[in-house]
């Protein structure tokens, strides 16, 4: 069992950044693959990113049209994913959430993510 909390969301304008983390409890924790979605209003959720296990290190994947903006890194001794956000845009207003996945080796497919946050509000004025 895995619960997820996020935090770092807010108010901030077009070209700011922002900090999101995604803070677990539970003691295989590592042995997760651990994402973020974003669900703008009246849109589906969408892929973000994800932090996984490979067989040898850390592996990560980006949606396309965020790469060079986001930044996810986790730090398994404190349990934490953490989303760098920057040069933020008012199309990347969302709630944000986090997830984790028991996968490996591999980018995880949307219906492997097993636990899901409560998700934090992102608002970026123009």
């Known amino acids: 069992q895995v619960q997820l909390v996020e935090s770092g969301g807010g108010l901030v304008q077009a070209g700011d950044s922002l900090r999101l983390s995604c803070a677990a409890s539970?003691?295989?924790?590592?042995?997760?693959?651990v994402g973020w979605f974003r669900q703008a209003p009246g849109k589906e959720r969408e892929f973000v990113s994800v932090a996984g296990r490979g067989w040898s290190g850390s592996i990560t994947f980006y949606a396309d049209s965020l790469k060079g903006r986001f930044t996810i890194s986790r730090d398994n001794a404190k349990n934490t994913v953490y989303l760098q956000m920057n040069r933020l845009k008012p199309e990347d207003t969302a709630v944000y959430y986090c997830?984790?996945?028991?996968?490996?080796?591999?980018?995880?497919?949307?219906?492997?993510?097993?636990?899901w946050g409560q998700g934090t509000q992102v608002t970026v004025s123009s």
């Open positions: 539970g003691s295989t924790f590592s042995s997760y693959a």
């Open positions: 997830a984790a996945a028991p996968v490996r080796g591999r980018q995880p497919r949307t219906n492997e993510y097993d636990y």
